[in-house]
């Protein structure tokens, strides 16, 4: 049966619309980003300044920052440790379900990807979380695929509810929601969401959203305001790099997370530079012309447009880039990690996402991060 496809800029029915002018504003932003039009002078005059604009930033994000990348780090790391310390904070993601209503072309979890789907009954998500907390771990982000039928918002707070009995952080990356959602799983226990814009080039998006609800790209860029309205103290903004321009897609990133900040300067604001991955059944989904140095350019890039923004550094990434980037730019990095369902405790009951780099464990990158005279942080945030 041929789906008939939803026009990509129009809320469906339930979905909470805003007033709020972030997306016109950071569409407008993106559009004209003309990256090649900067020089090693612009890069140069961005990299002498105590706080940088946009529109240094969109030099040091450009083709010309590449050579500068050794300055640009001594740079971030000075920002870092004034802002961070020596700390780097250790979490890791729990997926409780892998069911998915959306069809996009780059992802495992897509609704006709012929993979093994489960989700955690509340007994199994409490033997997970127990296990997860045996490690030492203070800090859990739990992820589902988005379907609201197989994942409601009263069973995800249910799994958030047992979260917070054994970690004093507990964030979420899941479908959009509206208001009164987020504040739903505030109330359960949820302290900051993740949502990635995955690209924010609309003519991209519309091409590898094929339907479902995910393909509603205005829904998804508001998803953050409407989190911070609902109570969250943080959220987490990235692109999907190497989907489209990851120029332009890290410079609209940096400006929607600036216009948020701005409005709402008691949120706790943080980057993901997650790349294209293989995933089951397409191996060959990788990031056109991301590699570590970009990755890194962009990292160092964001650390200076915001000193004091957490940056997370995924387990996508070899481990030998996440050991380099730690410090420098990250101030947090997953451990012990499995991207299927559950398999922390048991064996997994659903497929992975995506194909991870780094499978050591939270003793072993904690080891790794000591080594480098850093100190591994497990409770950042205490409850009262």
Known sequence: MRRKRTDHMQYLDGME??????????????????YNQYTSRDVEKALNKENISLEDYAALLSPAGLPYLEDMAR?????????????????????????????????GFAATNKIKRGNLSMQEAEAELKAIAATGLKEILLLTGESR???????????????????????????????????????????????????????????????GSKRIFPYRFHAQERALRGGMRGVAFG???????????????????????QKYPHAEISF????????????????????????????????????????????????????NVIGLAATKMSAGVNVGVGGHDEEQKGDEQFEISDERSVNEVHEMIVSKGLQPVYTDYIRV
């Open 17 to 34: 619309i805003i007033e709020s002018d972030f997306m016109e504003k950071v569409l407008a932003a993106a559009e004209n980003y003309h």
């Open 75 to 107: 740079k971030a790391m000075s920002e870092t440790r004034k802002h961070f310390g020596n700390s780097i904070s250790l979490f890791t993601p729990l997926y409780i379900a892998n069911y998915c209503e959306n069809e996009c072309t780059y992802c």
């Open 272 to 323: 993901s530079t997650p790349r294209l991955r293989p995933y089951k059944n397409n191996a060959d989904n990788n990031p056109k012309d991301v590699h570590e140095k970009q990755l890194l350019q962009v990292m160092l890039a964001y650390r200076l447009l915001m000193p004091f923004a957490g940056i997370t550094i995924s387990t996508r990434e070899r481990a030998g880039f996440r050991d």
């Open 149 to 211: 039928h197989k994942s409601p918002v009263n069973y995800i707070g249910e799994t958030v509810k047992l979260a917070s009995k054994y970690f004093s952080t507990v964030g979420i990356e899941i479908y959009p929601l509206n208001t009164d959602e987020y504040a739903f799983l505030h109330e359960c226990g949820a302290d900051f969401v993740s949502v990635y814009q995955e690209t924010y080039n609309p003519d991209m998006y519309e091409k590898v959203h094929l339907w």
């Open 239 to 261: 692109a999907l790099l190497g989907l489209d321009d990851f120029r332009k897609d890290a410079f609209a990133t940096g400006v929607h997370a600036t216009l948020i900040q």
